[in-house]
């Protein structure tokens, strides 16, 4: 008895690529397989490039965070004073921020005092959030000192106040100049509380890269935040860095033991979490969606298969006359779809890490075609369209693709394996 090839023989991939090369009275055939590889590559290459701008929006949106927020603020549970209203003020600020400090995994603790102001220049006026942060503990914060944007000379930070590029903007202030900022809750008088306002200097300007933040932000120096707001020898929260911020879980119990009995915290996670898991949502919906995309482009290749199976009846006849098993067909019909489903994973794969990359002149392209406003920072909250490349984004959308191409294509390669000779050759 003859021995059987070994499956895959060099002789049943020179038959799948004379068959994948069809001749012109087969056009149909060819067509069917040009339609089904660019339909595997565009579905790989959106699944790609949607799981890249996904990447790149939550890590945007997390950097701009952590770089100029706390990622724990340690903040009083509050006591009731003689009027009723209960004081949140912490005044041994400097011994818990210590103790705080002293936590590990904690890089940095720094007292703040925090208010709302308008501020004021030439008849422009725009609400602002007011923090008070020590020179140090303001150079440290990476979203502040290292923005592309931002100028000025954060040495003189003593001398006056860092506020953001959009409040910069919206007032028409730039370094150098004397901006007004009015409180409401000024010198307690005889007569009642009347507005504060005091004259300061813009020595920086500062850009973190969220839209939000940069409109609404100012910093001022600790001492003259407490003289501003009327917190002399208090603060109104411990700001709180720590070594790694995507896993608090381990760190806030012992930084609130440090901090003491009358200690609460909020994370970063706390304040943006709906935001986070809104995302995570949208992310899982994306994925299914766009598989569903890739299983369309994937059923493309069972056409052209049943297309080809269909023309090629009479030389299947004649294979399995001359000895081809039904093992040899089958694999020689998996081939064609298969390597339909390969080539166009690989190309979609190309297209999606270029987009990735070179996605900054491509939004200038499209922004620049239509007219500009295609992206609006107020809306997103960051200034452009992030794309992050991740080798498990890749390998994930490479192996939906490849299993989505080779199962569908088994079917009707088994098909042409079981058709009887007989019947093949029977009108021929």
């Given at each position: 008895m003859a021995a059987q090839p070994a499956p895959f023989a060099p002789f049943e991939w020179k038959i799948a690529w004379r068959y994948l090369r069809a001749r012109r009275a087969e056009g149909g055939v060819s067509?069917?397989?040009?339609?089904?590889?660019?339909?595997i590559t565009l579905a790989v290459f959106a699944l790609i490039a949607t799981l890249a701008v996904r990447s790149g929006f939550r890590s945007e949106f997390v950097g701009t965070i952590l770089g100029a927020n706390a990622h724990v603020t340690v903040y009083s549970v509050g006591e009731?004073?003689?009027?009723?209203?209960?004081?949140?003020?912490?005044p041994d600020y400097d011994a818990m921020a210590g103790k705080v400090a002293q936590v590990p995994g904690v890089t940095r603790a720094a007292p703040l005092v925090r208010g709302q102001v308008m501020i004021s220049q030439q008849g422009r006026n725009a609400g602002v959030q007011v923090l008070g942060i020590s020179a140090g503990d303001l150079a440290s914060l990476p979203g502040i000192t290292d923005g592309e944007a931002s100028y000025g000379d954060l040495a003189r930070f003593g001398e006056g106040i860092a506020i953001g590029s959009g409040v910069a903007r919206t007032i028409g202030a730039s370094v150098g100049d004397r901006v007004?900022?009015?409180s409401p809750d000024g010198a307690k008088t005889a007569f009642g509380t009347s507005p504060r306002v005091n004259a300061y200097e813009v020595v920086y300007i500062f850009s973190a890269g969220r839209y939000d933040i940069d409109n609404t932000r100012i910093y001022m120096p600790f001492v003259e935040a407490q003289s501003f707001f009327n917190r002399e020898g208090v603060a109104d929260e411990i700001e709180v860095?720590?070594?790694?911020?995507?896993?608090?879980?381990?760190?806030?119990?012992?930084i609130l033991v440090a901090a003491g009995d009358a200690a609460r915290a909020w994370t970063w996670q706390d304040a943006s979490g709906g935001f986070l898991r809104a995302l995570e949502v949208e992310d899982n919906v994306m994925f299914i969606i766009l598989s569903i995309l890739v299983l369309i482009a994937a059923m493309n290749i069972v056409s052209g298969l049943i297309m080809l199976v269909k023309n090629k009846g009479r030389d299947i006849g004649i294979l399995r006359t001359i000895g081809l098993s039904e093992g040899s067909v089958l694999r020689v019909f998996f081939i064609c779809g298969a390597f339909t489903g390969l080539i166009g994973t690989a190309l979609g794969v190309a297209l999606g890490c270029l987009f990735a990359i070179y996605i900054d002149p491509i939004f200038s392209f499209v922004n620049y075609a239509m007219g500009g406003g295609v992206w609006d920072p107020a809306i997103r909250g960051i200034y452009a369209l992030p794309a992050e490349l991740h080798l498990s984004d890749v390998l994930k959308a490479v192996g939906l693709s490849l299993g989505l191409s080779f199962f569908v294509t088994y079917f009707p390669a088994r098909r042409a394996a079981r058709m009887n000779p007989v019947e093949?050759?029977?009108?021929e």
């Amino acid at each position: 008895m003859a021995a059987q090839p070994a499956p895959f023989a060099p002789f049943e991939w020179k038959i799948a690529w004379r068959y994948l090369r069809a001749r012109r009275a087969e056009g149909g055939v060819s067509v069917m397989t040009w339609i089904s590889l660019i339909g595997i590559t565009l579905a790989v290459f959106a699944l790609i490039a949607t799981l890249a701008v996904r990447s790149g929006f939550r890590s945007e949106f997390v950097g701009t965070i952590l770089g100029a927020n706390a990622h724990v603020t340690v903040y009083s549970v509050g006591e009731m004073d003689a009027q009723g209203r209960v004081d949140r003020t912490i005044p041994d600020y400097d011994a818990m921020a210590g103790k705080v400090a002293q936590v590990p995994g904690v890089t940095r603790a720094a007292p703040l005092v925090r208010g709302q102001v308008m501020i004021s220049q030439q008849g422009r006026n725009a609400g602002v959030q007011v923090l008070g942060i020590s020179a140090g503990d303001l150079a440290s914060l990476p979203g502040i000192t290292d923005g592309e944007a931002s100028y000025g000379d954060l040495a003189r930070f003593g001398e006056g106040i860092a506020i953001g590029s959009g409040v910069a903007r919206t007032i028409g202030a730039s370094v150098g100049d004397r901006v007004k900022l009015i409180s409401p809750d000024g010198a307690k008088t005889a007569f009642g509380t009347s507005p504060r306002v005091n004259a300061y200097e813009v020595v920086y300007i500062f850009s973190a890269g969220r839209y939000d933040i940069d409109n609404t932000r100012i910093y001022m120096p600790f001492v003259e935040a407490q003289s501003f707001f009327n917190r002399e020898g208090v603060a109104d929260e411990i700001e709180v860095m720590v070594e790694e911020p995507e896993a608090l879980d381990k760190v806030v119990i012992p930084i609130l033991v440090a901090a003491g009995d009358a200690a609460r915290a909020w994370t970063w996670q706390d304040a943006s979490g709906g935001f986070l898991r809104a995302l995570e949502v949208e992310d899982n919906v994306m994925f299914i969606i766009l598989s569903i995309l890739v299983l369309i482009a994937a059923m493309n290749i069972v056409s052209g298969l049943i297309m080809l199976v269909k023309n090629k009846g009479r030389d299947i006849g004649i294979l399995r006359t001359i000895g081809l098993s039904e093992g040899s067909v089958l694999r020689v019909f998996f081939i064609c779809g298969a390597f339909t489903g390969l080539i166009g994973t690989a190309l979609g794969v190309a297209l999606g890490c270029l987009f990735a990359i070179y996605i900054d002149p491509i939004f200038s392209f499209v922004n620049y075609a239509m007219g500009g406003g295609v992206w609006d920072p107020a809306i997103r909250g960051i200034y452009a369209l992030p794309a992050e490349l991740h080798l498990s984004d890749v390998l994930k959308a490479v192996g939906l693709s490849l299993g989505l191409s080779f199962f569908v294509t088994y079917f009707p390669a088994r098909r042409a394996a079981r058709m009887n000779p007989v019947e093949a050759l029977r009108y021929e």
